[in-house]
């Protein structure tokens, strides 16, 4: 899965980022609004994440854009603005989620992968392809019912290959 981090705080993002690729995503950087608009077009993104205090175009004013550009990918704010405000004017420009800085990384984990599972068309706790199950809830995967100790990347590998069966997938997609 490929996220798009837009954060201008370098410290948080190069954490962030880092932590998102132990967990087996993809992750492109961009430190302010203009880097993520013109990334957020050029990317194929599963979901992006986006901070509202942005330099050179707010991360409010990118969230618009992207939607009016028609990108549908799921977009999640994260922000320090706490604000019923805030969030409700995050939402109404588009965001599909809106998380409070500071915050839990298992919180902003759960989040991510409930944004993907409703972007997938899907909310089923597993998925099932032959007798190969992924358990969405527990990140489980077994084989004729038979447990598979997968590492956190080789189990993204396998959800979004079971996400996308039947469609071309490219290195790129998985990286």
Known sequence: ?????????????ET??????RE????????DGEEGLYMGREVPFDVAIIDLGLPRLSGMDL???????NRKYPILILT????WQDKVDGLKAGAD???????????????????????????????ECGPVKLDLAAQT??????????????YKVLEYLMLHAGELVSKADLT
């Open 141 to 154: 995967v077994s084989v004729d019912e038979t447990p598979v100790d997968l590492t956190s990347y080789e």
């Open 16 to 21: 962030l980022a880092a932590r998102l690729k």
């Open 80 to 83: 320090a603005r706490s604000s």
């Open 63 to 69: 969230v618009r854009r992207l939607r009016e550009e």
């Open 97 to 127: 989620d809106y998380l409070v800085k500071p915050f839990h990384v298992e919180e902003l984990l759960a989040r991510l992968n409930a944004l993907l599972r409703r972007a997938a068309g899907w909310s089923k706790p597993s998925l």
């Open 24 to 31: 087996g995503f993809a992750v492109d950087t961009a430190q």
């Open 1 to 13: 899965m490929r996220i798009l981090l837009v954060e201008d705080e370098a410290p948080l993002r």
